[in-house]
């Protein structure tokens, strides 16, 4: 079950910059990171919108990788939210056990499912409020479904992104929704959402929250972040 849409807003240029020196490191940092990571894609499986709605909830404090080995029974025995809305819950927990939480995370997607059904004829909305509005679903999730599936200009505020961009000087805020607001008046929205995912991606693999490896790090430069590693 191999990821098939396509994010349709990718670019490698960034066309204006943010206020002040912010906005141009941050597009010296994309500019750098898209030479490492030129097609970063979500690692989550999914072949459609509500594939990808159904696995960003369960991932949920859990690994892609774990989900990735969940989902494709899930699916199958689920296709649609027509299926998973009716579905008894003791039935979705059974297959979605070794993703933890998975009492809350089996009521989320069948109470998703039902408002799609309700409220949506049975089809993932594009837009990021209309899917914010969906039970178990936040803003994060509403940017991943938007952004990888329709399109959208989207900002993906997870761990990885947070850290980094923290780390950057890009946004000292906590709350995600305000981290959100800041690197969207920095970020162009042309290639909102392919900087979320370089970000993510030097988080995951360089950039990491204990370690961070910074002698081997392609944007040690324009890092003001005072604890580096030597």
Do not use: W
């Amino acid at each position: 079950m191999a990821s098939t849409l396509k994010n349709e807003n990718k670019e490698n240029t960034i066309e204006q910059s943010g206020p002040g020196d912010l906005g141009k490191r941050a597009g010296e940092v994309y500019k750098i990171l898209t030479k490492k990571y030129p097609s970063p894609k979500s690692l989550l499986d999914y072949s459609n919108p509500f594939e990808l709605l159904v696995a960003t909830i369960l991932a949920a404090q859990c690994t892609d990788e774990r989900v990735n080995k969940v989902t494709p029974d899930l699916f199958k025995r689920f296709p649609g939210p027509e299926q998973l809305a009716k579905a008894g819950l003791e039935e979705i927990e059974a297959i979605i056990r070794s993703t933890g939480f998975f009492h809350q995370k089996a009521k989320s997607i069948r109470k998703t499912s039902q408002a799609l059904v309700d409220s949506f004829h049975g089809v993932v909305p594009q837009s990021i409020d209309d899917l914010a509005s969906l039970p178990g679903v936040g803003r994060k999730t509403a940017n991943v479904v938007a952004g990888n599936c329709f399109g959208i200009p989207a900002i993906m505020v997870d761990t990885h992104f947070k850290r980094v961009v923290g780390r950057l000087g890009l946004s000292t805020a906590q709350l995600p929704d305000k981290i959100e607001s800041e690197i969207r008046d920095l970020v162009p929205e042309n290639i909102q959402t392919n900087f979320t995912m370089v970000i993510n991606f030097h988080g995951r693999y360089c950039c990491k929250a204990r370690k961070p490896l910074c002698p081997g790090c392609d944007i040690r430069g324009l890092c003001p972040y005072p604890d580096k590693t030597l």
